[in-house]
């Protein structure tokens, strides 16, 4: 089997890495992949970028490809599963349609009430005057979304009908993302711990994958301005089995059953963001393909033979897999580009990723170059070095003492990832 990996990140170094482990894959191609996926058995990149629709379903043709897999949210949401699909090729993910669910939160939130899955109080503006009349009837703090694809960037919490204001005009005016926020959902703040829950969906059957906890603040503590995302865990102790039922069946089938009866059949990962509330689970938001940094914990732990299992989705087999995991944990921990996710550097030299590594530890590429033996800095997220672990203090340990053998000007890192977890293992 040849395999097409559509993306750039971290994610989809881990997919590309995990997917060229099966027996039943002779080569993975990623288009246009990054300076960890130009060295990885088996694997190939080719400087196609992830928006060029046209490009890849030729290369797709071209090189024989048996099954495309598309890692990020934009060529999703313009429909490349869709052109696949018309030229008679396997395409894992959801159509434009079904991927509205991400491309637009207002859809997602509107979807969410009308199929009686638990969220927040909300409401979408397109003018300051009809939010500041939300805002004016409901208590702080409350959160700002920008209703289109900000890159995980577009979520603002404010405290005060100042920010309130400020931010919303920001948002409206196109100043603060562009066209994504000519809509703002504005929502009640929900108060609990977030989890990520992450499933196989092939329509109607939904298979879990490992729970999984993002980091989303740039800063210790969960404080500073919101990346992409700073770090992950898997499992996520605060979804117990009891949750983790509820979830799949109050959400993650609830989700499914409701696009099919909505006419937008769903393939793909499926992501909800949650909120671990004093009444239960409540979405936070959709994504409609693997979340990063969480793939990198969540493909260490996976043991199942990926490419077999995504080609099984696509061709309607899910109903028949029965994923195996490892028990041990995995924590990721994002190494970024100081300044990130405002200015930051480009083009740095990166030194140490030519050690020899153990097998309970890998350093996944995202923003990132390998050019005459030598890798640079390409983006903001720069690497995430992933450990397995007996448990989540255990990963922690081993991730943070391969940290330091890495070195780029202004490297920075958070050096808590994984504490809301380790609350509840010492309890």
Excluded at 119 to 132: D, K, N, S
Excluded at 401 to 418: C, L, S, T
Aim: proline share 4%; net charge negative; charged share 25%.
């Amino acid at each position: 089997m040849k395999i097409l990996m559509v993306g750039s990140g971290g994610r989809e170094h881990a997919l590309a890495w995990k997917m060229a482990q099966s027996d039943a894959v002779t080569q993975v191609l990623v288009a246009p992949g990054n300076g960890g996926t130009a060295v990885e058995a088996k694997v190939r990149n080719v400087p196609i970028a992830a928006n060029e629709v046209e490009s890849l379903l030729n290369l797709a043709t071209e090189e024989s490809i048996d099954l495309t897999v598309i890692g990020p949210e934009a060529p999703l949401a313009a429909g490349i599963v869709d052109r696949f699909q018309q030229n008679s090729l396997k395409c894992f993910g959801p159509t434009a349609a079904a991927a509205e669910l991400e491309s637009s939160k207002a859809f997602a939130k509107d979807f969410l009430t009308r199929h009686r899955i638990p969220t927040a109080v909300w409401t979408v503006v397109e003018t300051v005057e009809a939010g500041l009349g939300f805002i004016d009837s409901h208590h702080f703090p409350l959160v700002l979304k920008a209703d289109g694809l900000a890159a995980g960037k577009g979520v603002v919490i404010v405290h005060d009908r100042a920010g309130a204001e400020h931010t919303l005009r920001d948002m409206l005016s196109g100043q603060a993302f562009g066209q994504a926020g000519s809509r703002v959902v504005i929502e009640e703040f929900l108060e609990g711990e977030e989890a990520s829950f992450i499933a196989l969906v092939d329509g109607e059957t939904v298979v879990p994958l490992a729970t999984s906890q993002d980091h989303k603040q740039r800063d210790d503590g969960d404080r500073g301005p919101n990346t992409g995302g700073m770090g992950a865990c898997s499992p996520a102790p605060v979804v117990t089995p009891e949750l983790e039922h509820r979830i799949l069946e109050q959400i993650m089938q609830a989700t499914a059953t409701g696009m099919l009866a909505d006419g937008r059949h769903f393939t793909g990962f499926l992501y909800a963001g949650l909120m671990m509330t004093t009444v239960g689970p409540k979405v936070l938001e959709f994504n409609v393909r693997m979340g990063d940094p969480e793939t990198q914990p969540v493909m260490m732990r996976l043991k199942s033979d990926l490419a077999r299992v995504l080609l099984d989705t696509v061709e309607g087999r899910l109903d028949q897999v029965v994923l195996d995991w490892d028990q041990r944990a995995a924590l990721g921990v994002v190494m970024a580009a100081g300044g990130y996710p405002d200015r930051y550097d480009k083009g740095n030299r990166i030194d140490g990723l030519e050690r020899e590594l153990p097998d309970h530890i890998k350093v996944f590429h995202a923003g990132t170059d390998y050019s005459d033996g030598q890798w640079t800095t390409t983006g903001g997220r720069v690497l995430c070095v992933t450990a397995l672990g007996d448990n989540i203090h255990t990963a922690q340990t081993e991730a943070y003492r391969h940290v330091p053998d890495i070195e780029f000007q202004n490297a920075y890192f958070r050096k808590d990832i994984g504490h809301r977890a380790l609350k509840h293992e010492t309890n």
